[in-house]
């Protein structure tokens, strides 16, 4: 029998949320999650849950963002440049009111507007179409060359996962960052440690991948992706002071959340049962 959708509350007000308020915000959302990818029969289920807290951190407590003006423009951008966890970054939208949480239910469906991978202007909030791994950061910068030729304000942060750092075009963007000196723009990387076909320092030497980006140029640190207190502290840092661009290495587990999904790289195809759903909500304390 397929699960109906979820009512769980997806509500939580950034300017009353507590941390505990959050960290149940983001076991909700990654129950939600796993229900889209079982109703819409779609993959990339282990790569949405790996950056949860990381967008939960940045859209509760970090950025700059007005759900009801969302072409604010003096708002700070979000690139999710890992386009194929596009359900993460739909499910944080509707949570933070920027449209009915109801929409998140036509997930994956032919004609509906939140499709797979994030397509233009399919829905408020989500910044740039993305998914061809490789192109938020440099798109990012140029949002961040943008805000410095128009004199704004605002900031730009673009998360990426570790297999794109695989790709050229943005170390290009990663030489040329520290360059211009773009201290309003920042990168976190959604380092689960795998890529579509295997271990991400077996496909590519990714590691460090902290001391690649300050040999860049970058203030670069390492966190814990899942500890929401770490994650505020240094994004609402950026800029931080140092004249560069930021770099945060955040450390995470594929599939977190979930004990038969954790570190388990078949979750980057695999669809849940119906019995899965079940057991990941029980498993997430929300029965």
């Avoid at 999904?261 to 980057?268: A, G, K, S």
């Amino acid at each position: 029998m397929t699960p109906t959708p979820s009512s769980l509350d997806l509500s939580v007000a950034p300017d009353k949320a507590t941390l505990d308020d959050l960290s149940l915000l983001a076991r909700r959302i990654r129950f939600k999650l796993v229900e889209m990818s079982h109703a819409a029969g779609t993959p990339h289920l282990g790569s949405a849950l790996s950056c949860v807290d990381i967008l939960v951190a940045a859209y509760w407590r970090v950025l700059r963002i007005d759900p009801k003006n969302p072409g604010d423009p003096l708002r700070d951008r979000f690139i999710l440049s890992k386009g194929h966890a596009a359900s993460a970054l739909y499910s944080i939208l509707a949570a933070r009111g920027f449209f009915p949480v109801a929409l998140l239910d036509t997930f994956g469906q032919h004609g509906a507007p939140l499709a797979e991978q994030p397509a233009p202007g399919c829905a408020p909030g989500v910044e740039l179409a993305t998914g061809s791994l490789g192109h938020g950061l440099p798109v990012g910068l140029g949002m961040a060359l943008a805000a410095r030729i128009q004199k704004r304000d605002y900031r730009v942060f673009v998360t990426m996962s570790d297999g794109e750092c695989n790709e050229g075009s943005v170390w290009e963007a990663a030489m040329f960052a520290p360059a211009q000196a773009m201290e309003k723009l920042a990168v976190i990387v959604d380092y689960n440690k795998w890529q579509a076909t295997g271990r991400s320092n077996e496909v590519m030497s990714l590691s460090s991948l902290q001391k690649k980006w300050a040999a860049f140029g970058w203030n670069a640190c390492e966190v814990d992706g899942h500890d929401l207190a770490a994650l505020i502290d240094v994004m609402s840092k950026v800029p931080d002071g140092s004249g560069q661009p930021v770099a945060i290495v955040a450390h995470t587990v594929k599939g977190k959340g979930i004990s038969f999904m954790e570190d388990d790289n078949n979750w980057h195809y695999r669809i849940p049962t119906a019995e899965e759903v079940q057991e990941t909500k029980r498993q997430l304390g929300l029965t």
